[in-house]
C-alpha cells in the first residue's frame, strides 16, 4: 500500500486533532495515550485503523470522517461517536 502508518500519536494531545493526510494506517495503541482529545478528524486517506488504536475506559471522543471511509465504518462497528464531515 502506499502512505505511511500512524504508530504513535504524541502523549499528551488534547482538544482537536486531526491524522494528517497520507496516512494509510492507524497501529494498535497509536492514540491510547491521548485522553484528553475531545474531537479526531480522519482523512480519507486512512484505510485501516486497528481495533485498539484509541484510549478504553475514558469518554470517547468525536471521530470525524467522511461519507464512505474506513473511519466511518470503524466507528459504526465499535459503537463510537462520530460525525461525517462533508466536503
Do not use: M, Q
Given at each position: 500500500?502506499?502512505?505511511?502508518?500512524?504508530?504513535?500519536?504524541?502523549?499528551?494531545?488534547?482538544?482537536?486533532?486531526?491524522?494528517?493526510?497520507?496516512?494509510?494506517?492507524?497501529?494498535?495503541?497509536?492514540?491510547?495515550?491521548?485522553?484528553?482529545?475531545?474531537?479526531?478528524?480522519?482523512?480519507d486517506?486512512?484505510?485501516?485503523?486497528?481495533?485498539?488504536?484509541f484510549?478504553?475506559?475514558?469518554?470517547?471522543?468525536?471521530?470525524?470522517?467522511?461519507?464512505?471511509?474506513?473511519?466511518?465504518?470503524?466507528?459504526?462497528?465499535?459503537?463510537?461517536?462520530?460525525?461525517?464531515?462533508?466536503?
Amino acid at each position: 500500500h502506499s502512505g505511511t502508518t500512524l504508530l504513535a500519536a504524541p502523549t499528551g494531545l488534547s482538544g482537536s486533532v486531526r491524522v494528517p493526510d497520507g496516512v494509510h494506517d492507524i497501529g494498535f495503541y497509536a492514540f491510547c495515550s491521548c485522553t484528553k482529545i475531545t474531537d479526531l478528524t480522519i482523512p480519507d486517506s486512512v484505510e485501516i485503523i486497528s481495533i485498539s488504536a484509541f484510549p478504553t475506559g475514558t469518554e470517547p471522543f468525536t471521530l470525524h470522517c467522511g461519507k464512505n471511509s474506513a473511519a466511518l465504518r470503524w466507528a459504526l462497528e465499535n459503537d463510537w461517536p462520530y460525525l461525517i464531515d462533508e466536503p
